[in-house]
C-alpha cells in the first residue's frame, strides 16, 4: 500500500496532477480523501486544496 499527497493553491492545479497521476500508473485505487481550508492573510483569502490517494501498485 502507497499514498501520494498533492497540494496546490488552485484547485484546477490540483485536478490537472491528479488526473496525470491516475493516468500515468497501474495501481488499484482503495481511497481519495479531499481537503479544502482558507485563511485570511491581511485583506487577503488564501486558499489550500489538498488531496491524499491511498493506492497500490499492480506492479
Known amino acids: 500500500m502507497k499514498v501520494k ?3 496546490y ?6 485536478e ?14 482503495i481511497d481519495i480523501k479531499y ?3 482558507s485563511s485570511i492573510y491581511g ?7 489538498s488531496a491524499m490517494i491511498v493506492y497500490s ?3
Open 57 to 59: 501498485s499492480k506492479l
Open 5 to 7: 499527497i498533492f497540494d
Open 9 to 14: 493553491e488552485d484547485e484546477k492545479d490540483l
Open 16 to 29: 490537472t496532477d491528479i488526473n496525470i497521476f491516475l493516468s500515468s500508473k497501474d495501481m488499484d485505487i
Open 35 to 37: 481537503q479544502v481550508s
Open 43 to 49: 485583506d487577503e483569502q488564501i486558499f489550500c486544496f
